[in-house]
């Protein structure tokens, strides 16, 4: 039942999901259990792109300033497709993310303070320090990582699947990944095993059309990808992934028909990073031009012009929301700047379990 | 094997291939979430036979049959294994290995640190190893050295029956990846398994033959060869030590180095080349560890460093053989 829908049918769907809704802000994060729309949920989405958004442009800041160092992979202009998925998955799911995993952990629900502390290399951070922006993990969150390798986390994700399946749970594991993984052996690994053995697996593919400078059609002799994740025998869909009500309609139909054991389904979220592939990349391998339409796509501004259209937004809410994250971030930072540093007495802990720990 | 005995009412023969397979069903029957996966494990019995019978017993969900993707089916029992289950992934040799060798080193050896102590990893990883059975290069390497190098798993030899029998089960046991090398040569060997053992630990060397001239240091597929060295050596008036490692990380420093306390000799034999290996590794830490107890340099057999060649008498040349060690026995001591 392999079918590839346009981000019109998406937005279509979230369209008209919109009646009923209320107007104003309310604290109310997630859709009801059936999908539906609860009040104030376009303005929760907002909330967390924008927290997403500020977090990062906060760590452009603090990585100039030399607080934080390494590899720093921003995901600014790509907030939809971590938030509009994550909003499908439930407490009990899994998610397996990247390196460039701000996004994903924090619209997963991992504290800005253990991201940023985490960040800083402190005991605080949600790895003890031990992983950085790379490698952020929350095990009670099911967030597992964090994985720098292109496409390394994709096995895992169909392991953690199989677990499930074995088991006879209904829970999704979902990994994210870039259109440069696609070419690695591991998603094609990945993609037969779990269309072979009919994993809950929800595979998201961040198409931001660059695997650092080299572009789509440089990397792939068929750029095409949900065709050819159709071709494993998985549902497969393209949605447009600036758009995060057409993402998160898309990652509800997708991980409800996983749920219902479907098998794994496969989405291709066509998206773009505003920024640099990391802080080391100077970028010349863009257009400036190319770079600057796709900033007129951006996802906070078109929900953002959508809540206005409906009066659900006005400038008084939108400077609100900004404060509110701001603040949080100043929290985070500041918690990060005060904890502790890791002992470099412990320098050898976790490399095998301590004991007490039991298989 | 040499060390065979003869049965007796605490002990029953029986051979490498089919010990490891007790283990294996017994690690099957005690615990709902340990399952078989890998490539032919199912429905051909095992590529060396040792899964034979297994899919009948307990079904395809846990005998469960996998296509050639080593990175994405190692890659799935970390995967399942951070999920909550026990799998035992096996791997048709270490050869093929290297495909998955990312899942391995990136994954299961480093979640947990990585991860500030958050994800354990307990999976089992079952590969054979070596060469001498005219397989060619590409079926006759003993990588496991290399994976001795790394942080965060460990790694067994079983080389006698009751290892093979009981090693699977301490693995499970083990809260961190555990990879178990068989020597490919070994799955025939016929033993006595020792049915007074129920366990087996994975931190401790043995000492296989008491000596008082040398230690004789090995593992694996080498401590038949080492045992039948020193059969040859006592015929000539020395008496050696052989000491079986067991586990190549972490190495048990102490049994050797007790060992070489008594003997003042070392022979190391070692199937992987000699440059950079596990042999060059632990005569290294002879060297920082026993350095006053020794009367002579330390001696090496390792395998010539060629990719491992088909015909037999070139294998043969290549690989450590009694002879070899006796005569690396008989320079240190003479
Ligand atoms: C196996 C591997 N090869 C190469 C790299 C270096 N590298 C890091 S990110 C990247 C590009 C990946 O592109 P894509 O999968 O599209 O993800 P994106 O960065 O666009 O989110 C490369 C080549 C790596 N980390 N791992």
Redesign the interface.
Known sequence: MSSTTSHHEGKARATARKSGRKKGPTTAARGTPDGLPVPGHHLSLLRRMLAIRRFEERCVELYSGAKIRGFVHLCIGEEAVAVGVNQALREED?V?STYREHGHALARGVPADAVMAEMYGRAT???????GSM?L???ARRF????A?VA?????????????R??GSTRVTCCFFGDGAFAE??FH??A??AA?WQLPLLMVCENNLYAMGTSLAREHAQTNLAMRAASYGMPAWTVDGMDVLAVEAAALRATESVRAGNGPHFLEAQTYRFRAHSMYDPDRYRAKSEIEEWKGRDPLKGLAELMRSEGQLDDRVMEELDKEVLAEIDEAVRGAEEAPLEPVADLL??????PG??? | MSTRKAPTGTSRPTTYREALREGLREALLQDERVFLMGEDVGRYGGCFGVSLGLLEEFGPDRIRDTPLSESGFVGAGIGAALGGMRPVVEIMTVNFSLLALDQILNNAATLLHMSGGQLSVPVVIRMTTGAGRQLGAQHSHSLEGWYAHIPGIRVLAPATVDDARHMLAAALADPDPVLIFEHGGLYNAEGSLDETVDAVDLDTAAVRRSGTDVSVITYGGSLPKALAAAETLAGEGVSAEVVDLRALRPLDDATVMASIARTHRAVIVDEAWRSGSLAAEISSRITEQAFYELDAPVQRVCSAEVPIPYARQLEEAALPQPATIVDAVRRTVS
């Open positions: 899994a397996v951070g949600c790895s003890r320090g031990r992983g490698h993990f929350d095990a597992y990582g964090g994985n390798i390394g986390g994709l096995p895992l994700a169909a392991g953690l699947a199989l677990a499930d074995m088991r052996g591991e690994e990945t037969n095993l072979l802990r976790f490399v095998t379990s301590e720990s039991t298989a």
